[in-house]
């Protein structure tokens, strides 16, 4: 069994920044097996959206519309990725979700809300 729990939302105002934190715990094996790390986030009434994602070997990918305000980055030995989102908008304001993917399996996180105020 693998838990993975997203931290650092909250309430912002346009222009500033915050920091999304994402921990996995759980079954070892499982952990140290992802490949692959992201972000995705869910605003009302919209569907899913990638944010960004990385793997275990550094590679980063981003939503086209995201490129040079968020970032995302790992450590490996905290079991922990983060995004680091700057310069933020009211339309950023959704549910961010963390994943993680092994093989065929995708695990997800309960989701953080962020909310950017004009």
């Known amino acids: 069994q693998v838990h993975l729990v997203e931290s650092g939302g909250g309430l912002v105002q346009a222009g500033g920044s915050l920091r999304l934190s994402c921990v996995a715990s759980g079954r070892t094996s499982t952990i140290i097996a992802f490949t692959a790390m992201g972000w995705y986030r869910q605003a009302p009434g919209k569907q899913r959206e990638l944010v960004a994602s990385i793997t275990t070997s550094g590679t980063t990918n981003y939503a086209d519309s995201l490129k040079g305000r968020f970032a995302i980055s790992r450590d490996a030995a905290k079991r922990t990725w983060y995004l680091e989102m700057n310069s933020l908008k009211p339309e950023d304001t959704a549910v961010y979700y963390c994943?993680?993917?092994?093989?065929?399996?995708?695990?997800w996180g309960q989701g953080t809300q962020v909310s950017v105020s004009s």
């Open positions: 994943n993680a993917v092994r093989g065929y399996s995708t695990f």
